[in-house]
């Protein structure tokens, strides 16, 4: 066997371990995008980690985002209007 038959192959046999080794890598990745996939899409599966006030999937119920709080709209509305309502007097007393 000349050097040139033995170096193509070796060069046969590293494609040939790239090859299944890119393949194996591949199914494992599949096979595991399609576990997860079948646990959030049953939520029965989900359900001993449920936490009140979450969803099955674990999401809040209510988002952390920071809507506007109610008290403190009510509070500055009304501080706006016993200004409004001071402004009127002295302006009536002159």
């Known amino acids: 066997m000349s050097w040139l038959d ?10 040939d371990a790239v090859s299944d080794a ?3 890598w591949v199914k494992g990745v599949a096979e595991n995008d399609i576990a997860n996939k ?3 899409s049953n939520p029965d599966t989900a359900r001993p980690h449920q936490v009140e006030g ?9 988002s952390n985002q920071g809507g506007m709080n109610t008290t403190y709209i009510v509070m500055g509305v009304g501080a706006l209007v016993l200004l409004m309502l001071a402004m009127m007097l002295m302006k009536g007393k002159k």
């Open 54 to 62: 979450q969803t099955a999937d674990g999401r809040p119920l209510v």
């Open 6 to 15: 033995a170096i193509s192959e070796a060069g046969g046999e590293l494609v």
């Open 38 to 40: 079948q646990t959030a």
């Open 22 to 24: 890119g393949s194996t």
